[in-house]
């Protein structure tokens, strides 16, 4: 057997010995709190619940579903959309997802072939990257630094790259540093875009979790208001309705774009389950019901572990949006996350699982109840 050259360029696994760690210290029955992972621990909300037992009954739903969405919920979305920021769209310019990775995956295949540049944020979520690489693309790594508010700094990308380049990734609010992204910015990539004929494809999954009212991120869109710019916006209902487990997401931008991947997707897969779209619809509808409750919570999570840290003398930007703290560590961030756990039994992610350009800094995620808990230890902790 030989394995595909695709599998092969997967970046190999960086946290097994992290992962042997925490599997001894569970046997030895020691104490483990996990601020690794980024999946939200809330239970969806019962309005959606309750709209999917309902659902699941109706034979009408067990049928194949539409491949684009059902209409009356790309409806929903586009309305919710005009309502959050402020820009029209029309149901054909919206794909139901199944989660917005798959979208964020099968975006490449429509617009990549072998030898063709994008460009990518370091550190950032790894299927932008890897799917690029997947479908033959060289990835032009942009580090997101700290003194450029970790904003992918396309002044840096020289003009033979962006010649080249098919497709931009940016994803603000961000995972893993939590920078957002203001107008001038977002205007200035589409700018870009339009010069050099790239895709921009911007991953929002964070949009709905801020911690402030007059501070909203703002979507690519609404800063730009040109539906001709080539671009699509990713969203999820993982982070927004804690839905992470009932796979649903919505891809959203220029009509050829959403063409595109709608092609890719009519030849891939079979769509979303229409019990899951029709609570997913719900969860819009009662959008005032449910995401401030789950926005005050990561609030007050983030609240109580920010003033530990920082007497801890950790280093770190008050996120403004995210579940997530991108803390500076300095050096090897395995060997941090290694002291931590070995020490605390405190889990946080190490800066360089996200690439190389999150070395020194490591990511701590609020979604566990266990915050008072992790703010108790981290208090002992001195850096
Ligand atoms: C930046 C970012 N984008 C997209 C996703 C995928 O979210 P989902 O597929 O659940 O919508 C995640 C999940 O962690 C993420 O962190």
């Given at each position: 057997m030989k394995l595909s050259t695709r599998i092969e360029s997967i970046p190999k696994y960086l946290f097994a010995e992290l992962d042997e760690i925490k599997r001894r210290k569970i046997e030895e029955g020691k104490e483990i709190i996990d601020l690794g992972i980024g999946d939200p621990d809330l239970p969806t909300h019962s309005i959606v619940v309750q709209k999917l037992v309902e659902e699941a009954?109706?034979?009408?739903?067990h049928r194949y579903p539409s491949y684009e969405g059902d209409v009356s919920f790309r409806k929903e979305f586009v309305s919710w959309y005009a309502k959050r920021f402020g820009v029209d769209f029309s149901p054909d310019e919206a794909v139901v997802l199944i989660g917005s990775k798959e979208g964020i995956a099968h975006i490449h295949l429509a617009f990549v072939d072998s030898g063709d540049t994008v460009i990518c944020p370091n550190p950032a979520y790894p299927v932008y990257s890897i799917w690029s690489r997947f479908c033959g693309g060289k990835v032009y790594d942009v580090f997101l630094r700290e003194e450029k508010?970790?904003?992918?700094?396309?002044?840096?990308?020289?003009s033979d790259v962006l010649l080249n380049a098919k497709m931009l990734w940016i994803c603000y609010?961000?995972?893993?540093?939590?920078a957002c992204a203001d107008e001038e910015y977002y205007k200035k990539i589409a700018f870009y875009s339009k010069k050099y004929g790239f895709v921009v494809a911007v991953d929002l999954?964070?949009?709905?979790?801020?911690?402030d009212e007059n501070k909203k991120p703002i979507s690519f869109f609404q800063a730009v208001k040109d539906k001709s710019v080539p671009a699509v916006e990713f969203h999820s209902f993982s982070k927004t309705f804690s839905?992470?487990?009932?796979r649903v997401g919505m891809a959203i931008g220029n009509k050829e774009v959403i063409s595109a991947l709608r092609k890719v997707k009519t030849n891939t897969d079979s769509g979303v389950f229409r019990a899951v779209q029709m609570s997913a619809k719900v969860a819009l509808e009662n959008y005032d019901k449910i995401v401030p409750a789950i926005r005050e919570e990561y609030r007050s999570r983030k609240e109580k572990i920010v003033p530990v840290l920082r007497k801890a003398g950790f280093k770190f930007r008050d996120p403004e949006a995210t579940f997530y703290i991108w803390i500076k560590c300095g050096g090897d961030s395995r060997e941090f996350a290694k002291m931590l756990i070995e020490k605390y039994g405190v889990i946080l992610t190490p800066g360089v699982g996200f690439g190389d350009g999150g070395e020194g800094f490591v990511r701590i995620s609020l979604t566990t109840n266990q915050i008072d808990r992790a703010a108790e230890i981290l208090a002992r902790v001195s850096v």
């Open positions: 009954s109706n034979p009408q739903n508010d970790f904003l992918l700094d396309i002044e840096s990308v020289p609010p961000n995972n893993p540093t939590a999954a964070y949009s709905e979790i801020y911690f839905m992470a487990g009932w």
